[in-house]
């Protein structure tokens, strides 16, 4: 019991310290999101980084709502990986990548943010929070739902080249067997990239 008891508060530690983590990157997400959205060039794209920093915003409050309920403090602790993702969107300076950087910039951090509330949610739930659980579940849901939104944006760009190489002779980088296998359904121009399903 004794022992059960070490391990449980091991884990508590490592869930408060988690989530301590990802408080600091939703804050910075919220810093950064809308320098993103100014930067973007495409317009789906800048009001897809403008929706997700409402989203976002969202994701800080819900946070301190379990470090409340939680008896934990709200307190950001540094966490360089997220810092890294957004400082490489800072990097690019040439126009013609910029929003296939901003995607892929992007998609990291939503990747970053779905491996980490997944890990808090199963912790919530081995340690008896489920209320915390599933007030982690509804931003999970959220950055998954972003994921999707980005790849079907960078997916339609990639169709959209596609299109014009062909009909109009215009640039279009060869992605070769990239999508071979993929479940990515494109409503229309799909037959233009292989291994796209229209
Ligand atoms: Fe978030
Ligand atoms: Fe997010």
Redesign the pocket.
């Known amino acids: 019991m004794g022992l059960f008891t070490k391990d449980l508060k091991a884990m508590n530690d490592l869930f408060v310290h988690q989530l301590q983590d990802?408080y600091y990157?939703?804050k910075q997400?919220v810093k950064a999101l809308p320098k993103m959205a100014e930067k973007a060039a495409d317009k789906q794209l800048k009001q897809g980084f403008l929706t997700?920093l409402d989203?976002?915003k969202t994701?800080?409050q819900r946070l301190e709502q379990v470090f409340q309920m939680h008896g934990a403090e709200a307190k950001p602790v540094d966490c360089p990986a997220i810092d890294g993702i957004i400082e490489e969107a800072n990097e690019v300076e040439d126009k013609s990548v910029l929003d296939a950087a901003l995607i892929n910039a992007a998609q990291a951090?939503?990747h970053y943010?779905i491996t980490r509330?997944g890990s808090l949610i199963a912790w919530a739930k081995q340690l008896g929070r489920n209320d915390c659980a599933s007030i982690l579940q509804k931003?999970l849901d959220?950055?998954r739902a972003?994921d999707k939104k980005l790849t079907t944006l960078a997916v339609s760009k990639i169709v959209a080249e596609a299109f014009l190489a062909k009909h109009l002779g215009g640039r279009y980088q060869p992605i070769g067997n990239d999508f071979t296998g993929s479940t990515l359904k494109v409503e229309t121009g799909g037959e233009l990239v292989p291994g796209l399903s229209g």
């Open positions: 990802i990157a939703e997400l997700h989203e976002t994701h800080v951090a939503e943010e509330y931003t959220e950055e972003t």
